[in-house]
């Protein structure tokens, strides 16, 4: 048997305490959410590996490190909103939604829309959205969002999106092409037409396909 709680207790530690990022409610959802649940079976030997994971649809669950630097540089934070484009496996959603009050997740391919929304259902993060379909373009039903992750490297931040933060919001995306090293890059909306960008280092995503982002 797996001991998958010592195997979470060891990623927090070494993974994201012991590179800095210090975020005690970001630590306890980590510790909270059990990521073997959102990878195919045959992968629960490598849950808790420092590593990113292939998921269906030839996609990939993130990094748990790149999952907590962006819900860390975002500000997710409690009694918030939060969005993500490219829920995937949907692991990243429901971290956020043991810090959130709510969260909305989009994910363009079908099948791993109901496979993560089935998760949320099953493990009781009632306050999970997953939405199918292209959220290049952000989802304004629900705007403002005080935090916006993109988990799929665009061309460009989309005004949209921009326009969808709240004002003091952080929106964090990897900008650049697929099969390239991109920038992670963080904009934080400081007024209604005032936006800061900040460079927060190299990433490799998978690409943002749809409207505001990449052709399929
Ligand atoms: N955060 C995810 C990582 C998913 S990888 C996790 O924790 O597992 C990025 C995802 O973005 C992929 O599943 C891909 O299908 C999705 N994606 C790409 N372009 C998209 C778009 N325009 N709208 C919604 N999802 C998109």
Do not use: C
Request: charged share 20%.
């Amino acid at each position: 048997m797996i001991d998958h709680a010592a195997a979470r207790e060891a990623m927090v530690a070494r993974q994201i305490e012991a590179r800095g990022i210090i975020n005690p409610a970001l630590s306890a959802a980590l510790r909270e959410v059990p990521r073997e649940a959102f990878i195919p079976d045959s992968l629960a030997a490598f849950a808790y590996d420092d590593s990113p994971l292939p998921i269906e649809a030839g996609q990939t669950i993130s990094q748990p490190y790149i999952v907590a630097l962006m819900i860390d540089s975002a500000g997710v934070m409690a009694s918030g909103r939060a969005l993500e484009i490219g829920a995937g496996s949907g692991y990243a959603a429901a971290v956020m939604s043991r810090i959130a009050d709510r969260v909305i997740a989009i994910e363009r391919h079908a099948e791993l829309a109901r496979l993560a929304a089935a998760r949320m259902a099953r493990l009781g993060y009632h306050n999970v959205r997953i939405v199918h379909g292209d959220g290049s373009a952000g989802w304004p039903d629900e705007a403002p969002y005080d935090a916006i992750l993109a988990a799929a490297s665009g061309s460009h931040v989309p005004d949209a999106l921009k326009a969808q933060l709240a004002i003091g919001g952080a929106l964090v995306m990897p900008i650049g092409a697929a099969h390239v090293v991109q920038s992670l890059v963080k904009v934080v909306r400081v007024g209604e037409e005032a936006f800061e960008q900040e460079d927060l280092g190299a990433v490799r995503f998978v690409p943002l396909i749809g409207a505001e982002g990449w052709k399929g």
